[in-house]
T-cell receptor, first 116, second 112 residues
Framework: AQSVTQLGSHVSVSEGALVLLRCNYSSSVPPYLFWYVQYPNQGLQLLLKYTSAATLVKGINGFEAEFKKSETSFHLTKPSAHMSDAAEYFCAVTRFNAGNNRKLIWGLGTSLAVNP | DGGITQSPKYLFRKEGQNVTLSCEQNLNHDAMYWYRQDPGQGLRLIYYSQIVNDFQKGDIAEGYSVSREKKESFPLTVTSAQKNPTAFYLC???????????FGSGTRLTVV
């Protein structure tokens, strides 16, 4: 069965510093992987996704993530944090050959704080 | 523009009342989902539907009910059997496994 672990429920960085949010997954078949962002009292917005093409995926707002099969990881990074990046971030996985089973398995989320 | 609309944004329920949360999408997606979100607990799946007139229980279906009579609509009823309904509820839809989900903006339900 698939599972997702996000290391660190709270991460704090200074404005301009590197953002690194960690996500490790477990899957017996090639996965699809996703990162979502949620601002307070809003729905989730897709940041980026990995669907077996390039292992380095670029998303919106300057974020990117690298799929590393050997480490079963899909960490999210941004070179320079901005105050507007403060939000909750969720990693999710689903199966490559999901057929009609399209459910995403979610991590518990990482709350990112950006300090001036 | 296509998207998912959840209404109302805020909802207050009295003890013993049933309330219905609306979710409408114009994305032509087959699959729709309801999640409950509580602080520190991530997203918990309540119900999902892969096709019209069919739906399955998620991880926390007790005290909730749904219907899927139209492709565009997937309303969630929070019944009086749900003892702790205060939470943020999110509706989502999906085109397929590789596309991820599109989310609505959520409904915050509070018991008064």
């Amino acid at each position: 069965a698939q599972s997702v672990t996000q290391l660190g429920s709270h991460v704090s960085v200074s404005e301009g510093a590197l953002v690194l949010l960690r996500c490790n997954y477990s899957s017996s078949v090639p996965p699809y992987l996703f990162w979502y962002v949620q601002y307070p009292n809003q729905g989730l917005q897709l940041l980026l996704k990995y669907t077996s093409a390039a292992t380095l995926v670029k998303g919106i707002n300057g974020f990117e993530a690298e799929f590393k099969k050997s480490e079963t990881s899909f960490h999210l990074t941004k070179p320079s944090a901005h105050m507007s990046d403060a939000a909750e971030y969720f990693c999710a996985v689903t199966r490559f050959n999901a057929g009609n089973n399209r459910k995403l398995i979610w991590g518990l989320g990482t709350s990112l704080a950006v300090n001036p | 523009d296509g998207g998912i609309t959840q209404s109302p944004k805020y909802l207050f329920r009295k003890e013993g009342q049933n309330v219905t949360l609306s979710c409408e999408q114009n994305l032509n997606h087959d699959a729709m989902y309801w999640y409950r979100q509580d602080p520190g607990q991530g997203l918990r799946l309540i119900y999902y539907s892969q096709i019209v007139n069919d739906f399955q229980k998620g991880d926390i279906a007790e005290g909730y009910s749904v219907s899927r009579e139209k492709k565009e609509s997937f309303p969630l009823t929070v019944t009086s059997a749900q003892k702790n309904p205060t939470a943020f509820y999110l509706c989502a839809s999906s085109k397929g496994a590789g596309y991820g989900y599109t989310f609505g903006s959520g409904t915050r339900l509070t018991v008064v």
